[in-house]
């Protein structure tokens, strides 16, 4: 990318972030991920979800980055936060060939907390011939999207119920995301839990 353009696009990024509301995810990574893996994957789910108008802050409380007191990750969950934990095993069952990749425990409302299972994206990061950091950001960036959203799933991008090639195409270059009638419903989500934004 030249110059130019990564300047540009930084710009937008922290334009858009400036103005935008705000997800908490605190992060519990019980599969072993390295600083470098959990940086890139912090990284890139802000960039996927920079484009729906929302940016996300991170709370590492287990994991390479946890640094934080166990009594910050232990606080009531508030309206903008989920925990998400990275798990080393697969899920225990599974009613379809392809094993889940993660899951998200939400009513119609949304939720608070998600599973991913690690090696099951490894498994369909081959598959589907995408690099294992990417679909695993996707993947937390999908149930996230379920904890704002509710339970259903969409025809097309971040939220469809199984990707295939061409949306690994689209991973591959960062063009994956919530369509926009979900981008209205997630911020509006999160301005409910901004008092500021309620005034």
Known sequence: MKTSALVLLILWIAGTSCSAQTLVIGLYD?????????????????????????????????????????????????????AVNLEAERPRSSHS????????????QGGHYTRVFVPAVWAQA???????????????????????????HSYTGLMRSVWNRKDADEMSRLSLHLTKQEDRKAVARLTLADPAAQR
């Open 97 to 108: 060939w392809t094993p889940a990749m993660g899951h998200a425990i939400v009513t119609e």
């Open 30 to 82: 019980y599969s072993g991920l390295s600083i470098k893996q959990t940086t890139r994957l912090t990284e890139t789910i802000g960039l996927v979800f920079a484009h729906s108008g929302f940016h996300v802050v991170w709370r590492h409380c287990v994991g390479a980055l946890a640094v934080l007191p166990r009594t910050t990750c232990m606080s009531e969950m508030q309206v903008n936060e989920i």
């Open 126 to 152: 081959a598959e589907l011939g995408v690099g294992f950091e990417r679909l695993l950001a996707y993947t937390v960036a999908h149930e996230a999207g379920h904890c704002l959203l509710g339970p259903g």
